[in-house]
């Protein structure tokens, strides 16, 4: 059984600090991990998709990297700011279409401070 | 893109009514939604997946006469939470892949409240 596991589980830092969330899931034979971010209340918002066969991309000040053997993701913001606050999701889709269900970590709360 | 729209982002019922909550895929065709449940401060919860033209599967613990899913067409797919009790209130989402590349695309929420 797939499990996810999100570490720290929260986080604060000085602005303008870069910083790694981390990610890690135990079945390695994942078609795709994707980043998420959640304000409260708030849906998610998509951040960064990496397939399996990727092993990072970017978006803006957002690095996510992906070694499936070790079973482990890594996010990394770069020049953090306060509206970076937020609480940052990652899932594994264990499947190969676009039925397959998701799993996700439990979240990592990040909180930028001024 | 891949958006998917929710309604109501917000709705406060009385005991033992009902809510429905539309989750709907504005430019792509979903035969596949997924509805969460998401209790303050954790993560989400998967209730159920709904299968366009089929009855919706449900995780195990979800009650399927309570929670009725309804996924008529290739773009809707609608949770509707039947006689609700304050226990029922919290945040509900949907989300939907476009397939390839795009991953999966979340609705922006419903937040219940039963009184």
């Known amino acids: 059984k797939q499990e996810v596991t999100q570490i720290p589980a929260a986080l604060s830092v000085p602005e303008g600090e870069n910083l790694v969330l981390n990610c890690s899931f135990t079945d390695s034979a994942i078609y795709n991990l994707q980043w998420f971010r959640q304000d409260p209340g708030k849906g998610l918002t998509s951040l960064l998709l990496i397939q399996s066969s990727q092993r990072e991309q970017t978006s803006g000040r957002l690095n996510a990297s992906l070694d499936k053997s070790s079973g482990r993701s890594t996010l990394y913001i770069a020049a953090s700011q306060p509206g970076d606050s937020a609480t940052y999701l990652c899932?594994?889709?264990?499947?190969?279409?676009?039925?397959?269900?998701?799993?996700f970590g439990s979240g990592t709360r990040l909180s930028i401070r001024p | 893109g891949a958006v998917v729209s929710q309604h109501p982002s917000r709705v406060i019922c009385k005991s033992g009514t009902s809510v429905k909550i539309e989750c709907r895929s504005l430019d792509f065709q979903a035969t596949t939604m997924f509805w969460y449940r998401q209790f303050p401060k954790k993560s989400l919860m998967l209730m159920a997946t709904?299968?366009?033209?089929?009855?919706?599967?449900?995780e195990q613990g979800v009650e399927k006469d309570k929670f009725l899913i309804n996924h008529a067409s290739l773009t809707l797919s609608t949770l509707t939470v039947t006689s609700a009790h304050p226990e029922d209130s919290s945040f509900y989402i949907c989300?939907?892949?476009?397939?390839?590349?795009?991953?999966?695309?979340f609705g922006s929420g419903t937040r219940l409240t039963v009184v």
């Open positions: 989300s939907a892949s476009k397939g390839g590349d795009y991953g999966y695309t």
């Open positions: 899932a594994v889709s264990p499947g190969y279409s676009s039925a397959s269900k998701i799993i």
């Open positions: 709904s299968n366009e033209g089929s009855k919706a599967t449900y």
